[in-house]
C-alpha cells in the first residue's frame, strides 16, 4: 500500500501561538510532499510543494513566512503555522508523492487546527 | 490557469449506477484523478487516467477524453458507503506533479 501519517489529527491553539504539523510517509519515500488547506464544504487548496533538501515552493497568496515548511528527510516533512490568528483555523492535508507511471499522490488523514 | 468543473451535489438510489461528470480547461495535462472523501478525512485514491478511454477497478469506472476535456466517474451498485464527495483533479503537465482540484462532487445514496 501506500500509507501516509499526518500528526496530531487535531489541535487546539490560543492566538499568537505556533503549531508545528507532521506528514511521513510509512511505506515509500517521497522526494516531494505537498500542504493542502480545506475550507468546510470547498475543496482542496495546495499550499505548498515541500521538496526533501530543498526550498519549498508556494503557491501565490500564501504567506511563506507564516506557513513554514521542512523536508528534511525523504520521509517526512513538516508544516509550522507561526503566530496563528483564527482565520487560519482549517482542515490542513499533507499528500506524498509516490513516483511510477502514474506519480499518485497519497494524502494523509489531515489535521483539523482551531485557533481560539 | 486551470478550470475544473464537476457538479455540487448528486443523489442516487442505494443498487443503482451513478456518473459523476468533470470538465476541464488547463494549461496542460498530464493525468487525471479521481479521489473519495468521506466528511472529516483525507481523500483516497480511486482511479487515474491519462490516455483516451475507460479504466474498471471493481464497482468503479473511470473513463478520459482529452480531446473534450471531460471525465467521468462510474459507480455501480451503490453503497450506502459509497456517501462522499468526489473530487477530480488534474495533474498539470508543467508543474511539478501538482494536482488542481475541483470543488468535488457531493453524493448521498439513499435507500
Known amino acids: 500500500g501506500a500509507v501516509v501519517s499526518q500528526h496530531p489529527s487535531r489541535v487546539i491553539c490560543k492566538s499568537g501561538t505556533s503549531v508545528k504539523i507532521e506528514c511521513r510517509s510509512l511505506d515509500f519515500q517521497a522526494t516531494t510532499m505537498f500542504w493542502y488547506r480545506q475550507f468546510p464544504k470547498q475543496s482542496l487548496m495546495l499550499m505548498a510543494t515541500?521538496?526533501?533538501?530543498?526550498?519549498?515552493?508556494?503557491e501565490q497568496g500564501v504567506e511563506k513566512d507564516k506557513f513554514l515548511i521542512n523536508h528534511a528527510s525523504l520521509t517526512l516533512s513538516t508544516l509550522t503555522v507561526t503566530s496563528a490568528h483564527p482565520e487560519d483555523s482549517s482542515f490542513y492535508i499533507c499528500?506524498?508523492?509516490?513516483?511510477?507511471?502514474?506519480?499518485?499522490?497519497?494524502f494523509g488523514p489531515g489535521t483539523r487546527l482551531t485557533v481560539l | 490557469g486551470q478550470n475544473i468543473d464537476q457538479p455540487t451535489e448528486m443523489t442516487a438510489t442505494e443498487g443503482a449506477i451513478v456518473q459523476i461528470n468533470c470538465t476541464y480547461q488547463?494549461?496542460?495535462?498530464?493525468?487525471l484523478f479521481w479521489y473519495q472523501q468521506h466528511a472529516g478525512e483525507a481523500p483516497t485514491f480511486l482511479s487515474y487516467?491519462?490516455?483516451?478511454g475507460l479504466e474498471e477497478k471493481g464497482r468503479f469506472s473511470s473513463f478520459l477524453s482529452r480531446s473534450k476535456g471531460y471525465s467521468y466517474l462510474l459507480l455501480k451498485e451503490l453503497q450506502m458507503k459509497d456517501s462522499a464527495s468526489y473530487l477530480c483533479?488534474?495533474?498539470?503537465?508543467?508543474?511539478?506533479?501538482?494536482?488542481?482540484f475541483g470543488t468535488g462532487t457531493r453524493l448521498t445514496v439513499i435507500p
Open positions: 499528500s506524498a508523492l509516490r513516483g511510477g507511471p502514474s506519480a499518485t499522490q497519497y
Open positions: 487516467n491519462v490516455l483516451d
Open positions: 515541500s521538496n526533501e533538501g530543498s526550498k519549498a515552493t508556494y
Open positions: 488547463t494549461s496542460g495535462f498530464n493525468g
Open positions: 483533479a488534474v495533474r498539470d503537465q508543467t508543474g511539478a506533479n501538482n494536482l488542481f
